[in-house]
């Protein structure tokens, strides 16, 4: 189950990278939100040179399983 209504049209890594950011505001606290918003920018800086179309799917695929596991942590938490 994606955390966001939309992850299927992600194809693009900025698309990515605002999809993600709109997932942090499903975060619980302030803190948390703050936290993974930096850790997204580090992660959309350090591949922002990535040219190879099929290494490019794996971490739009990769990052939005892993987004689905911390809403998924966080939220049934509550």
């Given at each position: ?65 892993d987004a689905d596991w911390i809403l ?7």
């Amino acid at each position: 189950m994606p955390p966001l209504a939309g992850s299927e049209l992600v194809k693009t890594p900025v698309h990515l990278y605002r999809y993600l950011l709109r997932c942090c505001k499903q975060l619980p606290s302030p803190g948390m939100q703050q936290h993974y918003r930096h850790a997204i920018r580090q992660g959309y800086n350090s591949h922002k040179d990535e040219d190879d179309p099929e290494r490019i799917q794996t971490i739009i695929h990769r990052s939005l399983a892993d987004a689905d596991w911390i809403l998924d942590k966080y939220t049934k938490k509550k």
